[in-house]
């Protein structure tokens, strides 16, 4: 054979390789979505993943072998130590176990078999490195192993995982900062309130007259953009139910979903507001009228 020919057919043999991985492979620095088909003839291989970013996703199609998952920031510090891994697991997620890793001792996280498909995983950054391991099957058809993922703070996580601290009253501090430090600001009020005891949590239908900020859009505009509609979430063991009158909501955004913080009724607010104000203790402007 011809030695321009020879190499015609390499480069033609690597452009298909290129093909056929990339359709394979789709990664950026926050998400990944791979095949376990890439290295179906090699059951053992263990891959490794890199993620940077404070949120993503993974996704792994017809899981064999292993993947090893590293998530950080994309800028490291000294704090990040003092970082919380949260994920969630896709609803429909099966095909892999996820342990942690660290210095060649596996911790089970998740189990294939899911005892709540919404239960979220926290862990902290230091107990070591995700290893998902892909469980022994004759089929491996319809098997997707995913979640989500979050990298926040271990006070944000308290905060949100912990129902003593989900459920107990704000102090009128713990209302300022909330009112100008959470993902979400509003005022408005309960339309209704339903409980869900399989997931363990409370949803409140929120009607807003007034939107101070909101880190996503879960609240939409009606009425011509004179009201907004959201749903907001709480843990069942709070017991909350509809009250009358105007609240002031506030809370963090986990997952795509709003969690609630504090929730002072309005006119309390006002009160809180006006004397802080009034000492120079208000820690950000907002309007209370």
Same mark, same amino acid.
């Given at each position: 054979?011809?030695?321009?020919?020879?190499?015609?057919?390499?480069?033609?043999?690597?452009?298909?390789?290129?093909?056929?991985? /990339?359709?394979?492979?789709?990664? =950026?620095?926050?998400?990944?979505?791979?095949?376990?088909?890439?290295?179906?003839?090699?059951?053992? =291989?263990?891959?490794?993943?890199? %993620?940077? !970013?404070?949120?993503?996703?993974? &996704?792994?199609?017809?899981?064999?072998?292993? %993947?090893?998952?590293? %998530?950080?920031?994309?800028?490291? /510090?000294?704090?990040?130590?003092?970082?919380? $891994?949260?994920?969630?697991? #896709?609803?429909?997620?099966?095909? @892999?176990?996820?342990?942690?890793?660290? /210095?060649?001792?596996?911790?089970?996280? $998740?189990?294939?078999?899911?005892?709540?498909?919404?239960?979220?995983?926290?862990?902290?950054?230091? &107990?070591?490195?995700? #290893?998902?391991?892909?469980?022994?099957?004759?089929?491996?058809?319809?098997?997707?192993?995913?979640?989500?993922? +979050?990298?926040?703070?271990?006070? @944000? $996580?308290?905060?949100?995982?912990?129902?003593?601290?989900?459920?107990?009253? !704000?102090?009128?501090? +713990?209302?300022?900062?909330?009112?100008?430090?959470?993902? #979400?600001?509003?005022?408005?009020?309960?339309?209704?309130?339903?409980?869900?005891? +399989?997931? &363990?949590?409370?949803?409140?239908?929120?009607?807003?007259?007034?939107?101070?900020?909101?880190?996503?859009?879960? #609240?939409?505009?009606?009425?011509?953009?004179?009201?907004?509609?959201?749903?907001?979430?709480?843990?069942?063991?709070?017991?909350?139910? &509809?009250?009358?009158?105007?609240?002031?909501?506030?809370?963090?955004?986990?997952?795509?979903?709003?969690?609630?913080? !504090?929730?002072?009724?309005?006119? =309390?607010?006002?009160?809180?507001?006006? +004397? @802080?104000?009034?000492?120079?203790?208000?820690? !950000?402007?907002?309007?209370? =009228?």
């Amino acid at each position: 054979m011809l030695p321009s020919v020879t190499v015609a057919l390499a480069i033609l043999v690597l452009m298909l390789f290129k093909a056929v991985t /990339s359709q394979q492979y789709s990664t =950026d620095l926050c998400s990944w979505k791979g095949s376990g088909l890439t290295h179906e003839s090699h059951l053992r =291989d263990v891959e490794q993943v890199y %993620l940077r !970013c404070s949120e993503g996703s993974l &996704q792994w199609l017809y899981p064999t072998g292993a %993947l090893i998952v590293n %998530l950080r920031p994309n800028v490291l /510090s000294s704090s990040y130590k003092y970082l919380t $891994v949260c994920i969630k697991p #896709f609803k429909d997620s099966k095909g @892999a176990n996820i342990y942690l890793e660290k /210095s060649g001792k596996l911790k089970l996280l $998740v189990s294939e078999e899911l005892p709540n498909p919404n239960k979220v995983y926290c862990y902290s950054s230091d &107990q070591g490195v995700l #290893f998902i391991e892909a469980t022994p099957r004759q089929d491996i058809s319809r098997k997707i192993t995913g979640f989500q993922y +979050e990298l926040i703070s271990q006070r @944000a $996580v308290s905060n949100l995982y912990t129902v003593s601290a989900s459920c107990r009253p !704000c102090s009128d501090t +713990e209302v300022l900062l909330a009112a100008c430090t959470s993902d #979400f600001v509003v005022r408005g009020v309960i339309q209704g309130v339903s409980h869900d005891s +399989e997931q &363990q949590e409370s949803v409140i239908d929120v009607s807003v007259a007034r939107l101070y900020k909101q880190k996503s859009k879960i #609240f939409q505009p009606v009425q011509n953009g004179v009201r907004w509609l959201g749903k907001i979430k709480t843990p069942l063991e709070c017991g909350v139910r &509809q009250g009358e009158g105007e609240f002031l909501f506030t809370g963090s955004m986990h997952f795509g979903e709003a969690g609630l913080g !504090c929730a002072p009724r309005f006119k =309390d607010f006002q009160r809180i507001y006006q +004397e @802080a104000k009034s000492k120079g203790l208000n820690p !950000c402007e907002i309007s209370t =009228d």
